[in-house]
């Protein structure tokens, strides 16, 4: 039998404290090389384009996940699709779960993970945390981030004024009016968009700040100028896919401007920060395995719960 797990039913078997914990898990024991993720992109002869990450493995879980999702900018929502979850053991289709929720969910809590791993604590929650697109995955992080650290001022853009009016009403935040300011305010800036054109160069930035941007995932996104990567210390998920799907390969920098990747930050084999007046980035792409730790989770407590509904596909 395979089990279905719509949005619904991931938003009543997830938390947050959960999945933080399964993927810091998963960052520190992921195998390196054994058999790699990749992620494979097309554009389409629409409007849109078509991603899959595969094969979703970790030490310890008999299954592995396929992702594939549409993303389609225009559309309300932008990304849709799948995630199947595949038995390790003989292939059997355990379940397939809808994609677009345990994306931001595994997108937006890694990066509250990263974001408090890698950025200066303040003294007593005296900072300012500002959010650069106000969408979904910037969603999950502050959700995320809240359960790790505190802070004492929240400033949102988002080019959507009623989103990010929204927004900044849910937790408590105050709405600017260009990503320049966000950067000036905020010592911790978190950039969730899907844009072309970078939108902070060095010169908006000062010493000790810490930038966490999801935004270029593909080909042509684009949120932090070249010159913020190399001279800042950045962090990413994973090298090599970042100089060849992420910021690197969108920015037209090579593989060795990464100081290191956040398994090597959670494992001790690197640093997070060199000094405390260094600006760190964290800029991931999206790893297969998350999707398998976030999947894995929501399917064992719906087999105890009975969340979802089941389906012989072979009948």
Known sequence: MTR???RADLLELLNPDDCIQA???GFATAPRGAVPGQRVRTDLPFPGTATALLPGLLPGIDAYTVKVNAKFPGADPALRGVICLHSGTDGALLALIESATVTAWRTGLAAALATDL?????????HTVGVIGAGAQAELTIRGLRTLRSWNRLVVHDTDGQRAADFAERYGGTVV???RQVAAEADVVMLATWSRQPLLHLSDLRHGQHLTALGADEPGK??????????ARLIVDDIDLVAAHGALANAGLPATTAAASLSDVIRGHA?????SEEIT???PVGLPWQD???SWLAYQQAETTGIGTTLDLLS
């Open 118 to 126: 890698i950025a200066e604590p303040g003294s007593d929650g005296a």
């Open 4 to 6: 279905i797990l719509t």
């Open 292 to 294: 398998l730790a976030l």
């Open 23 to 25: 993927l810091r898990e």
């Open 222 to 231: 684009q949120e932090l100028a070249p010159g913020v990567l190399t001279c």
């Open 281 to 283: 980035v964290y800029a």
């Open 177 to 179: 009016s260009t990503p």
């Open 271 to 275: 640093p997070a920060r060199s000094h």
